[in-house]
C-alpha cells in the first residue's frame, strides 16, 4: 500500500494538556477483509501506564486492532502510534517498545520455558550472560522455575499462558497487549493470570486488553472500550460503563422464604438499591438489587442484619457481554442473525490461516 | 475523546526508523539457528528423513534399476552414474520439507512473536535455510557412504567437494521457492502435494538416473534444459572427470543465482506481509 494514502488529515493529541499522555493513540483506523469491514473508523486513546480494556464479542475486530498496533496487519487507512511510534511508518521501533501475549500461547512447543526466553533475550540484543539472568529471573517471577527445563508442550494451559507473559516481558516494554489472555482457562487459573497482569501494571506498564468477559475487563482495566462489528459503540470509565448498563446485580437469599418480601422493602427504605428497585424473584426465592460498588454492598448486608434478616445465600453478577450489548446497542452479541460479525470472523480465519 | 486535541504534527519522535545493524542481524540468525536445532536434540525423529532417505533412495535405485540400465552384475558401473545424481535429488525432496515445516511453524503462534520483535523478519527465513543445508549436508554425506560401500569411487577429491557445494547452492535457492509456497499456501498437505507433482517429472526427466540418449526427441529437449541434469551432470564430472564441466556448472550457478534473486525476495516479501 502506498504510504501516502496514510498521511494524517487527523490531529492526534500525543501530547494532551493534563500531563498524562498517551501510551497508544488510535484514530479513524480501517481494516477491510475483502468486502468485510474488520474495523470500521476505530478512535482509541491509552494512557500511560493504565489498562484499556476493549471489550467485545467474537469478530468484533479486536484481534485485527491488536494485530494493527503489533505491525503484524497494515491498516487500510488511518493512523495509529504507539509510544510516539508509527505503526506503519516506524515499524522496527515500535517494537522495541512492545509485548504482545496472544489469544494462542505465541512460544515455541519444542523448546524448555528456559530456552524460549533466553531466545527472546538474544533476539532482543541482550548479551547471552544477561539474556539467561533474564530468563530465570522471569521464570523465578511467574513461578516456572521448576518446569523450566521441560518442553513448553508439556506445561498445563495456566502454565503456558504465563510462558507467554513472561516471554512478552524480556524486553520491558512500555505497552503490552494482552489479547483475551484467559480465554479457555478455567477459573483458577484465569486469577492466576489476572494476578500476573495486575502486577506487570504495577511495574507501570501501560496495557491494552481485550476481552470477552465483562468480568475481566472489570478485574484489570480502568477505562473500557466496548466494540461491535469494528466500530467503537461506547467508550469511558468502567463504572460510567457499568452505571450505564446497570451495574452489577446482588442476588440475595433470605433463610426464611417469607422473608422475601420483608427483605425487598428494607433495602428499598435503606435507599441502597442503586440505580434501580429491589426485584423479588419468587421462582428461585432470591431478591435482586442492582449495586454500584463494594461499598454498597456492604451497606446492604447490614441494612438486612439491622432489620434482623437472616441470609442464605448472597452472590453477586455482572452483567453479561449480551447484556452489556442488548443495553449499548439494543441487539445480542453474539444473536444468530448477526451475519456481518460471522463474516468477518470468517475472512479473518481465512487470512489468517 | 476526553483529552484536548492539539493541533500540533502528529509525529512526536523522529520519523526515522532505524534498520537492523549487521552484527544484529548476525546475532539473531544464530539466535533462530540455535532454535532449530534444540528441536533436533528435542525430537531425534525429526532427522529421520535425512539419515534414512539417502540409504532407501540409494539401495532402491542401485539393485533394482542398476541391473537393468548398466545390465547385470554391473551395479557399481550404476552406483558412479547415480550417486552424483541423488546429490540433486536430495537436494530437492529437503527443500520440499523446508515448506511444509515452515508452514507448520505458520499455524502456531511463535511466528506472531517473531514478527512482532525488533529483528529483520528475514532473519527467520534465513534461520531456516541454514539449518536445511546443514541437514542437506548431513543426508549427502550419508549418500557418500553409502555409496563408497556399495563401490562409488571419486578420482577427483577437490571436485568431490566442489560437487557438494554445487548441489548446496542449488538446493538452498529451491528452498527459497518452498518457503515462499510454505508462507503463502493454506496447509503443509497442499505443498507436499503440490510439490511431488512438479518435483517428481523435474527428477525423472532429466538424467539423475539415466542418460537421457534413450529418451524420445521432446523429453531430451526438457532435460537439456532442466536444472537438475546440469546439476547431475557437473556433479558426475567434478567427481570423475570424463567430461568437460564448465558449461554445466556454469549453467547451474545460473540457475541458482537466477531462482534466489527472484524467489528470496518474494519470500522475504511474503513473509513481511502475511496477514
Known sequence: ?353 | MSATVIDVPAQTRATDDPRVGLSAHIRHVRALIRRNVLWIRQDPESMFDVILMPIVFTLLFVFVFGGAIAGKGNQDVYVNYVVPGLMAMMGMNIAMGVGTGFNQDFQTGVMDRFRSLPISRASVLIAKISVEIGRLLVATAILLAVGFMLGLSVSNVPGLFAAIGLSMVFGSSVMWIFLTMGVVMKNAQAIQGMGFLVLMPLQFGSSIFSPPSTMPGWLQAFTDYNPLSSLADAARGLMNGGQPVAHDVMVTLLWSVVITAVMAPVAIHKYRTKN
Open chain 1, 1 to 353: 500500500m502506498a504510504a501516502g494514502t496514510l498521511v494524517p488529515m487527523t490531529r492526534i493529541d500525543d501530547n494532551p494538556t493534563d500531563g498524562v499522555r498517551n501510551a497508544v493513540t488510535v484514530r479513524g483506523l480501517v481494516k477491510h477483509y475483502g468486502e468485510t469491514k474488520a474495523l470500521d473508523g476505530v478512535d482509541l486513546d491509552v494512557r500511560e501506564g493504565t489498562v484499556r480494556g476493549v471489550l467485545g464479542p467474537n469478530g468484533a475486530g479486536k484481534t485485527t486492532l491488536v494485530r494493527i498496533l503489533s505491525t503484524l496487519l497494515t491498516p487500510d487507512s488511518g493512523r495509529a502510534t504507539v509510544a510516539g511510534y508509527d505503526v506503519v511508518r516506524q515499524p522496527r521501533s515500535l517494537r522495541r517498545v512492545i509485548g504482545l501475549t496472544g489469544q494462542y500461547a505465541s512460544v515455541d512447543e519444542k523448546l524448555s520455558g528456559r530456552e524460549n526466553l533466553y531466545m527472546i533475550g538474544r533476539l532482543l540484543d541482550l548479551s547471552r550472560k544477561d539474556a539467561r539472568a533474564r530468563a530465570d529471573g522471569l521464570l523465578e517471577r511467574f513461578s516456572l522455575t521448576d518446569a523450566a527445563k521441560r518442553p513448553a508442550s508439556t506445561y498445563s494451559g495456566g502454565m503456558r499462558r504465563r510462558l507467554d507473559l513472561a516471554a512478552s516481558m524480556i524486553g520491558s516494554p512500555s505497552v503490552l497487549y494482552l489479547d483475551e489472555p484467559t480465554t479457555g482457562l478455567d477459573p483458577r487459573t484465569r486469577n492466576e493470570v489476572w494476578s500476573e497482569v495486575r502486577r506487570m501494571v504495577g511495574d507501570g506498564v501501560t496495557v491494552l486488553l481485550t476481552t470477552q468477559y465483562m468480568e475481566e475487563a472489570e478485574q484489570l482495566a480502568s477505562e473500557l472500550t466496548v466494540i461491535d462489528r469494528g466500530k467503537v459503540i461506547a467508550n469511558g470509565g468502567i463504572d460510567e460503563l457499568k452505571a450505564k448498563v446497570g451495574g452489577r446485580a446482588l442476588r440475595i437469599r433470605p433463610a426464611d422464604p417469607l422473608e422475601l418480601r420483608p427483605t425487598a422493602t428494607a433495602l428499598d427504605d435503606f435507599g441502597l438499591t442503586g440505580p434501580g428497585s429491589a426485584v423479588v424473584d419468587t421462582a428461585t426465592g432470591t431478591v435482586l438489587v442492582p449495586i454500584l460498588s463494594d461499598e454498597q454492598l456492604t451497606a446492604v448486608v447490614g441494612a438486612l442484619s439491622a432489620r434482623g434478616i437472616t441470609l442464605a445465600d448472597l452472590s453477586t453478577e455482572l452483567p453479561s457481554l449480551d447484556e452489556v450489548f442488548l443495553s449499548l446497542t439494543g441487539h445480542r452479541a453474539t444473536a444468530p442473525d448477526d451475519q456481518q460479525t460471522t463474516q468477518a470472523d470468517r475472512a479473518y480465519e481465512e487470512a489468517a490461516v
